[in-house]
């Protein structure tokens, strides 16, 4: 069975500080895929990542960036130099292919306040 | 171009009625997912359609919901004698299929189904 854990409920920052949010996965697939996606009050799912099992090179872009480590079964996330924009709840997700039905954790909020 | 889009955006039902939820996916997806989204919680799968055969519907939580896609676009997902436990958020995300395809799920803004 696939699992996705956010122990993360709620997380408050100030604005420009970088904040890390956690996700841990458990499958017995040896090829899946990884996702984030941010859910903003308009309640609509967007896409930020996806990363498939055998890339675990580290991913930037922007203000975001990506650590994928096998080993721990980790896939975190860190918004550097936070903005009030960056305010909603953000989910990690997992699949057992590209295409296939997605496993969202719990998701956790992030408060950035200015 | 448009993305997906679902109807109604909110829906208040009294218990034991039916209800129906549509999902419009973006055109020429053949991929289509329905999720439920509980308060405070990640979406759940419920089924999955391609082109408009159903190959998935271990998350669908009872005999009461059924899902279609009779033309392989538009959805419909149907919850018979609805129960205050089906007030939820209904999402419903596309992905295309093909050489060039991304396969990445694209999320409608869902439907908020409340029951009294």
């Known amino acids: 069975a696939q699992k996705v854990t956010q122990a993360q409920t709620e997380i408050s920052v100030v604005e420009k500080e970088d904040v890390t949010l956690d996700c841990v996965y458990e499958t017995r697939d040896t090829t899946y895929y990884l996702f984030w996606y941010k859910q903003p009050p308009s309640g609509e799912l967007v896409f930020l990542i996806r990363r498939n099992s055998f890339d675990e090179q580290n991913e930037i872009s922007g203000r975001y960036s990506w650590n994928f480590q096998k080993s721990t079964s980790s896939f975190n996330f860190t918004i550097t130099a936070s903005q009030v924009v960056d305010s909603a709840v953000y989910f990690c997700?997992?699949?057992?292919?590209?295409?296939?039905?997605?496993?969202f954790g719990a998701g956790t909020i992030l408060r950035v306040k200015s | 171009g448009a993305g997906v889009s679902q109807s109604p955006r909110y829906k208040v039902a009294k218990r034991g009625q039916d209800v129906a939820l549509r999902c419009d996916p973006i055109s020429g997806h053949v991929s289509l997912f329905w999720y439920q989204q509980a308060l405070g919680q990640g979406p759940e799968f419920l089924t999955y359609?391609?082109?408009?055969?159903?190959?998935?519907k271990s998350g669908l939580p009872s005999d009461r919901f059924f899902a279609e896609r009779p033309e392989g676009s538009v959805s419909t997902l149907k919850i018979q004698r609805t129960q205050q436990e089906d007030s939820a958020v209904y999402l419903c995300a596309s992905s295309s299929l093909g050489r060039e395809a991304s396969y990445e799920q694209y999320f409608g803004p869902g439907t908020r189904l409340t029951v009294t």
């Open positions: 997700a997992l699949s057992a292919f590209y295409g296939n039905k997605l496993v």
């Open positions: 359609f391609q082109n408009e055969a159903q190959l998935d």
